[in-house]
């Protein structure tokens, strides 16, 4: 009997896993800590009904990555069963390597680490597992395989990881500018040259995609109050490993000296909850900086933050440290913690690097920003830039 499982999305509904080994891969316990590793940090705090996780958007991914083969396939694209299996665990693992609370905590946990680099890790650890049987998705991931479309459905500019996240994050927010044609964006995929393209037809269903992207990033994944709440997040783990805060296995490896020496294996120990635990109970520290960035998560009771188009003024800056050192009774060093001037920034339309091409019916191909009437043009080249300011609420 063919094998045969099915999982109910709530974006998507039936997605099925007919593959023993890619079945395998999700009881896998590297897959399983998805589960508890949220998808949008602490965006919760801001649309309550954020709280999905990683492993939604790993399955969810995967689906597109199903349907987006199987489209290129009836169009008579040479693609082997072996390369469906490879392309499918590249993508259901390309975030395998995430930590807790997601890109919030990346490179505070474990120093200077991206995810990329633990999923590769991860990936090769599964590897050896099973015999040498995800050698082609590592290479598909890595983009090392010949056939150059399979890495660009993995990541690139058009790939099923942002198809998904957006349409993900854009249900569990409730936020409908971030909704996306994704299934019309599929149906328009096509291989020329080696290359992933878009038909001539799905030209406004990319525009809506960049656009959906742009107002996604500041509406949600740079909400003033995520980015204050996340900022919080960060500075709590960085003052608990300077003061050496004690907490509870296995965080306290990564709090602790031995932070440099953290292994994969250590990694994947560690998730949303054991962080959550920790700062429950942090806030009764005896570190007045530590204990209020504490409670303020726990109680989202969080910085105050101003968005403005030209950088904080170093005298506003100096007068929120001293109305906080005044208050809290700390220290111009503490205060500096719970203070602080930054920027964000996102760009519409990567143009450094690849470029989303159309394929017209004559055979031509231009870049998405050189069609007639163009939406997405030279003027979103750069990046978005605002600066903003954190201060404490104290009145």
């Known amino acids: 009997m063919r094998f045969h499982k099915i999982i109910n999305d709530p974006v998507y509904g039936f997605i099925t896993i007919d593959d023993p080994l890619i079945h395998q891969i999700i009881a896998h316990p590297y897959f399983q800590r998805l589960r508890r590793i949220s998808q949008m940090a602490l965006a919760h705090l801001v649309y309550p009904g954020a709280v999905h996780s990683r492993m939604h958007h790993a399955l969810g991914a995967y689906h597109l990555m199903s349907s987006a083969l199987k489209e290129l396939i009836g169009k008579g694209v040479e693609i082997t069963a072996e390369e469906q299996q490879a392309a499918k665990i590249a993508i259901l693992l390309h975030d395998i390597g995430h930590g807790p609370y997601s890109h919030a905590l990346e490179q505070v946990l474990a120093d200077n680490i991206h995810h990329e680099e633990l999923s590769l890790l991860l990936m090769k650890d599964l590897n050896a597992h099973l015999q040498g049987k995800l050698s082609m998705a590592i290479d598909i991931f890595t983009d090392k395989y010949p056939k150059k479309y399979l890495h660009q459905l993995v990541s690139g500019q058009l790939d099923v990881d942002r198809m998904d996240y957006l349409t993900r994050d854009s249900f569990f927010t409730g936020v409908s500018e971030g909704v996306i044609g994704y299934d019309r964006i599929i149906k328009m995929l096509t291989v020329h040259n080696g290359e992933l393209m878009i038909e001539e037809k799905g030209i406004y ?12 990033y500041w509406q949600v994944y740079l909400h003033k109050t995520v980015l204050s709440a996340e900022q919080m997040l960060r500075r709590i783990i960085k003052r608990a490993k300077l003061i050496k805060a004690s907490c509870q296995h296995p965080l306290q ?49 969080l910085l105050k933050i101003n968005y403005s188009a030209e950088p904080v003024n170093e005298e506003m800056l100096l007068q929120k440290m001293e109305e906080t050192m005044s208050k809290l009774s700390i220290s111009a060093e503490d205060a500096s913690w719970l ?54 609420k104290l009145s």
């Open 205 to 216: 269903s990319i525009e809506k995609f960049l656009v959906a992207r742009r107002l996604m």
């Open 253 to 301: 490896t990564f709090i602790g000296l031995q932070n440099n020496n953290i292994t994969p294996q250590q990694f994947c120990e560690i998730d949303d909850h054991d962080v959550m635990m920790a700062i429950k109970q942090w806030t009764s520290h005896p570190d007045k900086v530590l204990s209020f960035l504490c409670r303020g998560i726990l109680n989202r009771n």
């Open 339 to 392: 203070v602080f001037a930054g920027e964000a920034s996102s760009r519409t339309y990567n143009f450094e690097h690849e470029r989303i091409k159309i394929l017209f019916k004559d055979g031509s191909i231009k870049d998405i920003t050189a069609v007639d009437n163009a939406l997405i043009n030279e003027n979103l080249k750069g990046k978005v830039k605002k600066y903003y300011i954190c201060y404490p």
